[in-house]
């Protein structure tokens, strides 16, 4: 079940609305606040079972962040840069571990969501993905609003983890059960799919943070725009503060862009660089830097440096003409 991308406006927060959908299997929906419960079960001193309410009144966290799918698992190095910033509303997970109370032996935390269906090949299976334990105290949070309002269906209603400096496919929607384990699942989610070697290494890893990645929005890909002063900006983003975005035109030299900073949430970060388009067809790219000294690559990857084409026009006439 994916739905095509809308581009991503070039706005600081999403709308709802434009936020893509990626939801692996068929069956979810049917979940109630009034009805929904969270177990917290397996290597805990007090197994729990929380309704709406109890979640509602442990304490809230607000904050922004990115909300990127990291592509096609089958397909990992295409980028498709579906990408979009979101403001949620959650409870940090660690409240709700605290409950529990993890026993000495737990080193792991599975969370799962309400959906079952059949992907790659495999049938009946439900959306499973886990951290480390001090990970999970520190990384995730039990979201219940998007926006400013409660999350749609679509979205995990009525309640969805959110991993705000990881790839979206750890941020489980329709959350229902956690599980404090001595071991990593063997999962379609968690060891057969959302895996990867990164530049470097030789063993394969889960999909967790975020790569340092930049979009250009503005002008969109392949308008024609006036030719002389233009400004040319996007959005970058990491799992760590972005410090560089460069910009090249065409066959030119890369030119730093202006940058916001990120602030204290892991949002995603402006870029801007007024620029001079001659008249004609040109290709921009960005490429961002962020703090751990990560570059995007310029192919091969799936945040390799984004390109769009442009046509620079003298009033109004088609240039080249
Ligand atoms: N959680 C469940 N239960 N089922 C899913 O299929 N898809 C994951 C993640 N959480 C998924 C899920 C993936 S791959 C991504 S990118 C994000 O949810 C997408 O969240 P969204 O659809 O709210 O944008």
């Given at each position: 079940?994916?739905?095509?991308?809308?581009?991503?406006?070039?706005?600081?927060?999403?709308?709802?609305?434009?936020?893509?959908?990626?939801?692996?299997?068929?069956?979810?929906?049917?979940?109630?606040?009034?009805?929904?419960?969270?177990?917290?079960?397996?290597?805990?001193?007090?197994?729990?079972?929380?309704?709406?309410?109890?979640?509602?009144?442990?304490?809230?966290?607000?904050?922004?962040?990115?909300?990127?799918?990291?592509?096609?698992?089958?397909?990992?190095?295409?980028?498709?840069?579906?990408?979009?910033?979101?403001?949620?509303?959650?409870?940090?997970?660690?409240?709700?571990?605290?409950?529990?109370?993890?026993?000495?032996?737990?080193?792991?935390?599975?969370?799962?969501?309400?959906?079952?269906?059949?992907?790659?090949?495999?049938?009946?299976?439900?959306?499973?993905?886990?951290?480390?334990?001090?990970?999970?105290?520190?990384?995730?949070?039990?979201?219940?609003?998007?926006?400013?309002?409660?999350?749609?269906?679509?979205?995990?209603?009525?309640?969805?983890?959110?991993?705000?400096?990881?790839?979206?496919?750890?941020?489980?929607?329709?959350?229902?059960?956690?599980?404090?384990?001595?071991?990593?699942?063997?999962?379609?989610?968690?060891?057969?799919?959302?895996?990867r070697v990164l530049p470097g290494e030789s063993e394969a890893r889960p999909v967790r943070e975020k790569d340092v990645s930049s979009k250009l929005l503005s002008p969109p890909d392949g308008?024609?725009?006036?030719?002389?002063?233009?400004?040319?900006?996007?959005?970058?983003?990491?799992?760590?503060?972005?410090?560089?975005?460069?910009?090249?035109?065409?066959?030119?030299?890369?030119?730093?862009?202006?940058?916001?900073?990120?602030?204290?949430?892991?949002?995603?970060?402006?870029?801007?660089?007024?620029?001079?388009?001659?008249?004609?067809?040109?290709?921009?790219?960005?490429?961002?830097?962020?703090?751990?000294?990560?570059?995007?690559?310029?192919?091969?990857?799936?945040?390799?440096?984004?390109?769009?084409?442009?046509?620079?026009?003298?009033?109004?006439?088609?240039?080249?003409?």
């Amino acid at each position: 079940m994916f739905r095509t991308d809308p581009e991503t406006p070039d706005v600081f927060l999403t709308p709802v609305e434009e936020v893509f959908i990626r939801s692996h299997l068929a069956r979810h929906s049917g979940l109630d606040a009034d009805t929904w419960t969270l177990t917290v079960e397996g290597l805990v001193e007090r197994p729990l079972r929380l309704d709406f309410r109890a979640l509602q009144g442990l304490p809230q966290r607000r904050f922004t962040a990115v909300h990127e799918c990291f592509g096609n698992p089958l397909r990992p190095t295409v980028p498709t840069r579906a990408v979009t910033n979101v403001d949620w509303v959650g409870v940090p997970l660690a409240e709700v571990l605290e409950l529990a109370g993890p026993r000495p032996e737990a080193r792991h935390v599975w969370l799962e969501g309400a959906d079952r269906g059949d992907f790659a090949g495999e049938s009946g299976v439900s959306y499973l993905k886990d951290l480390p334990l001090e990970e999970a105290r520190t990384e995730v949070f039990l979201a219940h609003r998007m926006n400013g309002e409660a999350l749609r269906p679509d979205h995990g209603y009525p309640v969805r983890a959110v991993a705000p400096r990881m790839f979206g496919t750890n941020s489980v929607k329709w959350l229902t059960r956690v599980v404090l384990a001595a071991e990593r699942p063997e999962h379609l989610f968690t060891t057969r799919l959302y895996t990867r070697v990164l530049p470097g290494e030789s063993e394969a890893r889960p999909v967790r943070e975020k790569d340092v990645s930049s979009k250009l929005l503005s002008p969109p890909d392949g308008a024609t725009v006036p030719a002389g002063a233009a400004e040319l900006a996007g959005y970058a983003w990491s799992s760590t503060e972005v410090t560089a975005v460069e910009i090249a035109v065409d066959d030119g030299d890369w030119q730093p862009a202006e940058l916001d900073g990120r602030g204290p949430h892991p949002s995603w970060q402006r870029f801007r660089l007024r620029y001079d388009l001659a008249p004609g067809p040109h290709r921009v790219r960005c490429r961002a830097t962020d703090s751990a000294g990560r570059v995007q690559p310029l192919d091969g990857d799936r945040n390799a440096v984004h390109e769009i084409r442009v046509t620079a026009a003298v009033s109004g006439r088609p240039a080249g003409r």
